[in-house]
């Protein structure tokens, strides 16, 4: 394995159970340029400069491209219309100042941490809900049975998305993940899949946005569609719906893996497990620390906008930038003994939710829901323990998480 296709090592799928040892190597240089072009940014302080440097873009994303239809007036007229629109109204996480930072600012308006705490009810109810679906079983298939249902009845419910619509989503959802991984955007197939999709999706979107200006209710939806009529800066049309898109997608599988990563790694080490179903207290360090050692999402990536000199590399204008969070979290130079799992340290300043202008925006809900579902598989599942480690993995080394995490338990208290 030479260093300069380490990060092709790191995509293939036979990596991804373990990939540390991978960015271990990778740390070696705080930045490096791989075969293809890339350069891959490995060490927490290179990753915590870059993501406050204006001279590294989030507008990423290859263009927009419609697949052919044979009609001429959409292949000639209508899909380049819309691509263009579709490319310049990119949702806000690849896109740059200063449009990034208005939408963002709506969305934010409505996030409010009221908002979230509203929620704590409903998710406590329906992790209960959840577990107690698997009663009279002898396992318990996390992903299925607990970590994917959770954040999409969440999301949809922020939103304001009928829950009759929620099983659509599965499909749409999982799809334009994809968007993330640099495999699948080289792949033209896949992209006019993610096109496709979108499109599915938008229309949805379109008519729900529609049908929330006529009734509105309380929730995000209707408060962005309707800040026009409260004499604030309406949100286009196109904006809107890119935005409750990328909500639905950018809350939904990285909490599926926060929540199936973070049992994975309790049943590694069953002295944390025993801590918190004794002292519930300990979540909040516990899901720091989970966003450290296990995080859902490894790395996002960047273009250079200009010549970046920084680790002793050069990284020039236009070149793609992967920043490996991942890696950053298990920096020593940064964490003590940093592949032992360890909520009682002192310091866990991870990339957990990135940083800089791009920090996620559902943190505070994302944390509360996985502390709810791990406090309460914790405490009502009897003697768990693990079907097979490793357990498989999805597909993506973005996005990565288990796509399924069997669990042998002896009843449900
Ligand atoms: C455990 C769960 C989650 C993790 C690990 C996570 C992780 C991240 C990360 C790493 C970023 C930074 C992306 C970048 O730098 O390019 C991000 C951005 C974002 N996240 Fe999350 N996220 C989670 C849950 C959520 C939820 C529940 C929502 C919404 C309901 C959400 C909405 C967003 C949005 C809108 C952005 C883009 C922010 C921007 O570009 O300014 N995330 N997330």
Redesign the pocket.
């Known amino acids: 394995m030479s260093d300069d296709t380490l990060f092709a090592e790191v995509l293939d799928g036979a990596n991804r159970a373990n990939p540390y040892p991978i960015y271990e190597r990778l740390r070696r240089r705080p930045v490096s340029r791989q075969r293809d072009g890339a350069y891959v940014v490995s060490t927490h302080a290179a990753i915590r400069s870059l993501l406050f440097d204006p001279r590294l873009s989030?507008e990423d994303l290859p263009p927009s491209r419609r697949p052919r239809t044979g009609n001429p007036f959409k292949d000639w007229i209508i899909n380049p219309l819309k691509n263009r629109v579709a490319t310049a109204h990119r949702p806000?996480?690849f896109r740059d100042p200063p449009d990034?930072d208005t939408l963002?600012g709506f969305?934010m308006k409505e996030f409010t941490i009221a908002r979230v705490n509203n929620l704590h009810g409903r998710v406590e109810a329906l992790v209960d809900t959840l577990i107690e679906r698997c009663r009279g079983r002898d396992e318990v298939c996390l992903v299925e049975d607990l970590s994917y249902p959770l954040p999409v009845a969440v999301?949809c419910e922020?939103l304001g998305v009928p829950e009759a619509d929620e099983p659509q989503f599965h499909a749409w959802a999982t799809q334009l993940a994809t968007a993330l991984e640099p495999d699948a955007r080289r792949d033209e197939e896949a992209r006019r899949a993610t096109v496709t999709t979108f499109d599915a999706i938008a229309a949805y979107m379109r008519r729900l946005i529609r049908d929330k200006r006529r009734h509105p209710a309380d929730d995000m939806l209707s408060g962005l569609a309707r800040r026009g009529d409260r004499g604030e800066p309406a949100m286009g049309d196109v904006d809107l719906i890119s935005t409750a898109v990328?909500?639905l997608v950018?809350?939904h599988e990285?909490?599926v893996n926060?929540i199936t990563n973070g049992m994975l790694t309790l049943l590694r080490h069953p002295q944390e497990l025993a801590r918190l179903k004794a002292d519930p207290e300990r979540a909040p360090r516990l899901i720091e620390e989970l966003?450290r050692y296990e995080?859902?999402?490894h790395f996002?990536t960047r273009k250079a906008l200009g010549a970046i000199e920084i680790g002793g590399t050069t990284i020039p204008p236009g070149a793609p930038v992967v920043l490996l969070?991942a890696s950053g979290n298990r920096d020593p130079e940064r964490f003590s003994d940093p592949d032992r799992f360890d909520p009682s340290r002192d310091d866990i300043q991870h990339f957990?939710?990135?940083g800089g202008?791009?920090?996620?925006?559902?943190?505070p809900?994302?944390r509360i829901e996985?502390e709810i579902a791990l406090v309460t598989l914790c405490r009502r599942l009897v003697e768990p323990r693990l079907m097979a480690d490793p357990p498989s993995y999805r597909a993506g080394a973005s996005l990565r998480g288990p796509s399924n995490l069997g669990i042998h338990i002896a009843g449900i208290v």
Do not use: W
């Open positions: 989030s806000l996480i990034h963002r969305v999301i922020l990328l909500l950018a809350g990285t909490t926060l966003l995080p859902p999402v996002r969070f957990g939710f990135g202008l791009h920090y996620c925006v559902g943190a809900l994302a996985a």
